[in-house]
């Protein structure tokens, strides 16, 4: 069996985005959305042990985490070769990997296909802003793209909080803080707290998972910062459900208000394979302007897709876009409809174009 550095070098050259280590099957990497074998021979129990060992050993971590809870996030780097995001987890009594590839440096938005419409997002001053989809739809690597728009942009501090660290930011024209949960701070709600004492102009944090955390990103852009974080829904109205519903019913109005008065924008992707093989990611961003703010606040969420449908070029539609790619043939009508969110509007921007973009 090769090395863990040696299988990781071979999925780069294949242009995998993904390494899967499982017991009793081969390493595998996941090309452009297909999996593809990185090893002929299966990987035994024993085998993946050492190689898991290996993981540990580049990321300068114990194995508390795994031993405690039965899975592990971390990440690490090996010279001339990439990052990697890594989660190791218990299954069958046995234990397995997925490794996220995260190459050096920062991604570049233009050929990550990132409208100028969520760049533009970096320039805000304050409030909040959620990058929300699924799993492995590249919200860190839009994030990112945000975060360094920032930082060649303005002067300032900002921090990020991570589980675990993904992209790492160097100082431009802000100086940059990056603390990884539970290394450099117990939790991310603890981390948002201390951050408010540390003179930040942007807080980045990786994901909202739980109510004390999204209690305390709200007080952070209620008091003047650009709070800039995560959700696992899609599309904005469903966000903003997910975010009310986390407290309990008797805050909620409460928390509608508020929202409606920090919330500055929902970016919501998803990331499909085109017809030529290349991953294409397509975006809803809605922008809160005063009628949003409106039906935020009176709880009118499910008239939000519309609302975005009829601003023209001031939001995008995820519906529009994914029409302005089967247009264009980039994907296929199929995949269109099977990822439209209003299958017969779909229909008709396929048909007869859109207004606006």
Wanted: aromatic letters at 4%; hydrophobic letters at 40%.
């Amino acid at each position: 069996m090769k090395t863990l550095d040696e299988l990781l070098r071979d999925a780069m050259q294949m242009e995998g985005s993904d390494v899967f280590i499982v017991p009793f099957a081969p390493v595998s990497t996941k090309v452009y959305g297909k999996m593809a074998q990185v090893t002929e021979e299966k990987v035994t129990p024993e085998e993946i042990r050492v190689l898991i060992d290996r993981a540990y050993e580049l990321a300068g971590r114990d194995k508390k985490m795994l031993d405690q809870d039965g899975d592990d996030d971390f990440s690490f780097a090996i010279r001339d070769v990439s990052r990697f995001r890594c989660n190791v987890y218990r299954q069958r009594g046995t234990v397995a990997a997925v490794l996220r590839v995260v190459a050096f440096g920062l991604p570049d938005p233009q050929k990550r296909h990132i409208p100028d419409l969520v760049m533009k997002l970096a320039d805000l001053r304050g409030g909040m802003v959620l990058v929300t989809g699924p799993a492995g739809t590249g919200k860190s690597t839009t994030l990112a793209c945000i975060l360094d728009r920032v930082n060649q942009t303005r002067s300032g501090h900002i921090i990020t909080i991570e589980d675990p660290i993904e992209f790492l930011h160097p100082h431009k024209k802000c100086l940059v803080s990056q603390r990884e949960v539970p290394e450099d701070a117990a939790s991310f709600a603890r981390a948002v707290r201390a951050a408010l004492r540390e003179a930040p102009d942007v807080i980045m944090l990786g994901e909202m998972r739980d109510i004390d955390t999204i209690s305390t990103a709200i007080t952070a852009a209620e008091t003047g910062h650009l709070l800039i974080s995560t959700l696992h829904t899609l599309g904005a109205a469903k966000t903003i459900d997910r975010v009310i519903d986390a407290f309990p019913a008797e805050q909620q109005n409460q928390v509608r208000t508020q929202l409606s008065m920090v919330l500055k924008a929902v970016v919501s992707q998803r990331l499909l394979t085109g017809t030529d093989g290349v991953l294409y990611p397509v975006f809803e961003v809605m922008t809160v302007n005063p009628a949003i703010q409106n039906l935020i606040r009176e709880g009118k969420t499910h008239q939000i897709d519309n609302a975005i449908s009829g601003a023209g070029s001031e939001m995008l539609s995820m519906d529009s876009e994914l029409a302005r790619l089967a247009r264009e043939g980039r994907i296929t009508k199929e995949m269109a409809r099977a990822y439209a969110l209003h299958p017969e509007t779909l229909e008709r921007q396929m048909r007869f174009g859109t207004m606006g973009r």
